[in-house]
Structures are given as structure tokens and as C-alpha cells.
């Protein structure tokens, strides 16, 4: 059954890319907005004045679009907009895993020559693939996050731009060569009188600046001088431009999905947006041009709110909760000599092997003692082994709903020896609001394609978030074929049947 529906994915990828209706559009314009819900894009929508009204009034509207994997993060959610795939084929487990060789956290973005590179990347992206089929396809991306920005550009990118506060501008990373001249004069601008980047020194001021619409306008002028340096467009060799707006993130942690403030916010993105927009359509005609516009995760509604109040919302302090896992696997196997817990961040928990081994306690044994006796703590809703996850029987047959994305989630290096999934009503977090979570607050993004070879209409149905680079590789002619169950949303697309499998 698997090997038939295999067979049929690929017939489909390939059935699409040798399907040229048309020419392959010369730009991708691919948008992601740092923590983004679905609710807010329907409630915010009759505001919405610039690119996203645009993309809302004649582009292919997913209202049911969801992410599937775990965590419900920055890093993971920006890895599967670009690849496709889930974190246990694109490895990134976390924005920072927990590196048991070492001993010490490994972030996303971390690259063991160059500083910062897409080295933890297992998988190619949607640009990589573009750049193997049309070698002269120029790929760039840029956030004021460096895992953002790097996840974007995948591992053959041209640029991977973010916001370095320590240099007072964009940087980018020796991975993809030498600094460009432009970028040190775009920079100088920045900082210049009048800029936007002027008289910024200590970390308030950056704080400030991400809370503002400036952070928006920062991406908005960055990617219209990316579009004149790299010529972005002009010719048949499709190029990628990957935006991820990262204030908005950064807004909705601090005052909540429900805030004016976090209204404001995205009204800005929308019209700095919209400005971009009108930029790129001078140079490059619609005809010529698609767009993709998501979100890499939602957000949790602040417990404390009126809303976060009418849903019974309760807060754990994460601090706190690690004591507590601690102290129920102390119960069940003393260890006065160290802790048993070596790295804790949910979901992933990562066990003190060395101290286990050399006890000599039975290693299957305890991780399943261990997960019940941590299934007994507030707020805990499921606690997976590792071994069950890594389990060559599929589990999708397991009650739980949840249990495939974890399992797809999981990645037996990096993932934790435990994987705990917490109630859908508790907030684990010490900030106003956070997400990270397998619930629709955290995994219901927007999701828009809009422009050439683009259906209009509004489709009600789910889908995932990972359906989105299968979808604009079968629209491009490049081969990067729908995984673990995602699929090309062949209704979206201008030149084949309309139809929902
Ligand atoms: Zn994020």
C-alpha cells in the first residue's frame, strides 16, 4: 500500500513538473511572517490595506493550513516552509538541541567552519532544488533572525542576510563568501541620519526597534536592494527572494495574538508589504511572478488575558517544571552523586547517559518508568520514548492523534531520549505568551499563493504547511517531490483539474 501510494506521489510530482502550461515564473516571492495565527490574518483581514489584501483578494487562500511537526518553533517552522519536510528528514529538532557528544546546546543556524551556515540542514529546500535545475537562479533570503535567514537559503543560497546588533547591521556569514561591497554601504545608510539603524547602540534600543514597524521596514528596503543587486527576475532562470519578518514575533511574545499592539504590528507588515509588493511588480510583471505567504508558527493566547481567561488557561514555569521531572525520576532511581536530567526543553528531554550507564540501570526500562512517573506532573499530557518513537512499527495505529507528528518530529541524534507533549491548556513559559506546541493556537498559519500559474479562490479543506514547496516546485518544473504525507495542492494551480484527493 505505502509503495503504491509512493509510486502515485511521484507519477503526481512528476505528471505536474512535465505539465508546462506556461512558462515557469521568473521570481518566487516568498514571505513568512515570524509568528503568525490564522485567527489573527481572518480578523485582521478587513484592515489589511497592502500585500496581504492583494494576496487575500486574488490569491489561492488556504484557511485550514497547519503545521504538523514539533516543536512549534522558529528554526523547525522555517525548515519546513523551505524543504517540504518534517524535522525528522531536515534534522532541525529544535532551535537548539541538545548535542550529546559535547555536552552542550547546538542551535539551527550553527556551522562547525564558518560560525553561522546551513551545516545542521539535512535536506535540500526548495531553493537548492531550483538552483540544480536552472543553475543560473539566483537564491537570497533575510530576516533580522540568522536561523531564519539561513533556513531560507538552504544550502546552495547566493545570500543569507540578519540583523547583527554587535556590528549595528545586516551580516551575513563567510559560507557564502565574501561580504558584498553594497551591504557595507547599505549598512552605512542604516546608520547614517535619518536611518533607521541611526544613534542604536545598547540592547534597548534593538529591543525598541524589534517592537517596531521599523523592523518591517528593515526587510522591506533590505529585499528592494537585493532586488537591484541581484537583478532579481529579469530573466528565465527563476530566482527565490525569501523574506521572514521577524518583529512580528517578537510584538506577539511580548503583548499576545490579541493585543492592539500585535494588530498594529501586522497592519505595518501589511503596508511595508504592499510597498515591497508595488517594487517588485515594476520590474517584474505579475505574469512573471509568485508569491507564497505563511507564517513559521502561531502563538498561545496569554493565559492572564480576558481571552486566555475564558479558556481556562493555566501558566507552568519551565524552571519550576524541570525540578519537578527531576525530582519524580529521583524517586523511582536515586542518583545523590549528579542529576538525571541532563538537558530539558520541551519536548525534548535529554537523560544524563553516563550517570545511567554507569549505575548500570536497565536502559529501555527506565525510559519507560521515566515517562510514567514524569505523565504524573501537572500539565503533562503524553510522554514518548525514544525508542518508541524510533520504532520501525508505525505508530500512527496508537491512539494518539499526536503520536505521528512526533514520530515524524523525531530525529534519533538530536532528539531528546524523552518527548513530552503538555496539555493544550498550559502555557510552559516564563514570557507574556509563547508557542511551541502540537495544538491549533501554535499550528494554524496562514497560507496564501498568489500570482502566476496561481488559481484564485478560497480552499476550506487542510492542509500543511508543508504542502507549499511541493506545490511551488511542480510549479517551477523542479523536482522536489511531496514527503511524509504532504502533497501538491494541484487545486491552486492554473492548468490542472481543480480537484481535493
Ligand atoms: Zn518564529
Same mark, same amino acid.
Given at each position: ?5 509512493a509510486?502515485? @506521489? ?14 515557469a ?6 514571505v ?16 489589511f ?8 483578494d486574488s ?11 514539533? &516543536?512549534t518553533?522558529? +528554526?523547525?517552522? #522555517?525548515?519546513?516552509?523551505?524543504t517540504?519536510?518534517? *524535522?525528522? @528528514? #531536515?534534522?532541525?529538532?529544535?532551535n ?9 546546546p547546538?542551535?539551527?543556524?550553527h556551522?562547525?567552519?564558518f ?13 537548492d ?11 537570497? +533570503?533575510?530576516?533580522l ?13 547566493d545570500?543569507?542576510?540578519?540583523l ?6 545586516? +551580516? ?33 534600543? /534593538? ?17 528592494r ?6 537583478r ?5 532562470? *527563476? ?15 511580548a ?7 500585535? +494588530? ?11 510597498r ?7 520590474v517584474?510583471p505579475?505574469?512573471?511572478l509568485?508569491?507564497? /505567504? @505563511?507564517?513559521? #508558527?502561531g502563538?498561545?493566547p496569554? &493565559?492572564?488575558?480576558r ?10 514555569? *519551565?524552571?519550576?517544571?524541570s ?12 542518583t ?10 520541551? &519536548? ?12 548500570? /540501570? ?12 514524569i ?6 499530557a ?22 505521528? $507528528? ?5 530525529h &534519533? ?25 502540537p ?18 479562490g ?7 504547511? @508543508?504542502? $507549499?514547496? *511541493? ?8 523536482e ?7 502533497r ?7 492548468g ?6
Open positions: 500500500m505505502r509503495r503504491i501510494s509510486l502515485f @506521489t511521484i507519477v503526481l510530482a512528476l505528471g505536474l513538473a512535465a505539465f508546462p502550461v506556461q512558462a515564473p521568473k521570481l518566487v516571492l516568498l513568512v511572517v515570524d509568528q503568525m495565527t490564522a485567527d489573527q490574518l481572518g480578523r485582521l483581514a478587513p484592515g490595506k497592502g500585500a496581504v489584501k492583494t494576496f487575500l490569491g489561492a487562500v488556504f484557511t485550514e493550513a497547519h503545521h504538523r511537526h514539533i &516543536p518553533v522558529t +528554526a523547525v517552522g #522555517h525548515a519546513a516552509v523551505i517540504g519536510r518534517m *524535522p525528522g @528528514t #531536515h534534522g532541525i529538532v529544535a537548539e538541541w541538545w548535542d550529546r557528544a559535547s555536552r552542550k547546538v542551535t539551527a543556524h556551522d562547525s567552519v560560525g553561522i551556515g546551513p551545516e545542521q540542514l539535512l535536506s535540500y529546500t526548495l531553493g532544488r531550483l538552483k540544480a535545475r536552472f543553475p543560473g537562479s539566483v537564491v537570497v +533570503a533575510a530576516s533572525k540568522e536561523k531564519a535567514a539561513v533556513m531560507l537559503a538552504g544550502k546552495k543560497g545570500a543569507a542576510l540578519w547583527d546588533e554587535s556590528r549595528g547591521g545586516f +551580516a551575513s556569514s563567510p559560507y557564502y563568501g565574501a561580504p558584498k561591497p553594497w551591504l557595507a554601504s547599505f549598512n552605512e545608510n542604516l546608520r547614517g541620519p535619518g536611518g533607521l539603524l541611526a544613534g542604536m547602540k545598547r540592547e534597548r534600543d /534593538f529591543e525598541k526597534l524589534w517592537l517596531s514597524p521599523d523592523s518591517h521596514r528593515l526587510i522591506e528596503d533590505l529585499a536592494r537585493l532586488l537591484s543587486e541581484y532579481l527576475g529579469r530573466d528565465a532562470q *527563476p530566482d527565490l527572494l525569501a523574506l521572514s519578518f521577524s518583529g512580528a514575533d517578537a510584538v506577539g511574545h503583548y499576545g495574538p490579541d493585543s492592539r499592539e500585535s +494588530a498594529e504590528n501586522l497592519r505595518a507588515l501589511d503596508a511595508a508589504l504592499g515591497l509588493l508595488s517594487s517588485v511588480l515594476a517584474v505579475r505574469e512573471d509568485v508569491a507564497l /505567504f @505563511t507564517s513559521d #508558527h502563538v498561545m496569554v &493565559p492572564e488575558s481571552l486566555g481567561k475564558g479558556l481556562g488557561l493555566h501558566r507552568v514555569d *519551565p524552571k519550576k517544571f525540578e519537578q521531572v527531576e525530582n519524580a525520576l529521583q524517586l523511582i532511581y536515586p545523590p552523586e549528579g542529576k538525571l536530567v541532563e538537558h530539558l526543553k520541551i &519536548p525534548h528531554l535529554y537523560l544524563n547517559r553516563s550517570l545511567i550507564e554507569s549505575r548500570g /540501570f536497565d536502559w529501555p526500562i527506565l525510559l519507560k518508568d521515566a515517562a510514567r512517573s505523565l504524573s506532573i501537572e500539565g503533562v503524553e510522554v514518548y520514548t525514544a525508542e518508541k518513537l524510533g520504532a520501525t512499527e508505525d505508530i500512527r495505529v496508537s491512539s494518539s492523534p499526536y503520536a505521528h $507528528a512526533y514520530r515524524a518530529s523525531f &534519533p541524534a538530536r532528539s531528546g531520549d524523552l518527548l513530552i507533549r503538555t496539555k493544550e491548556d498550559f502555557l510552559f513559559s516564563r514570557e507574556e505568551t509563547a508557542h511551541s506546541t495544538y491549533r493556537h501554535d499550528t494554524h498559519v496562514p497560507l496564501i499563493l498568489w500570482g502566476a500559474g496561481i488559481r484564485s478560497t480552499f476550506p479543506a487542510p492542509v500543511r504547511v @508543508t504542502d $507549499a514547496a *511541493p506545490t511551488l516546485a511542480a510549479l517551477l518544473g523542479v522536489l517531490p511531496p514527503d511524509n504525507d504532504s501538491v495542492l494541484t487545486e491552486a494551480l492554473m490542472t483539474a481543480p480537484q481535493v484527493p
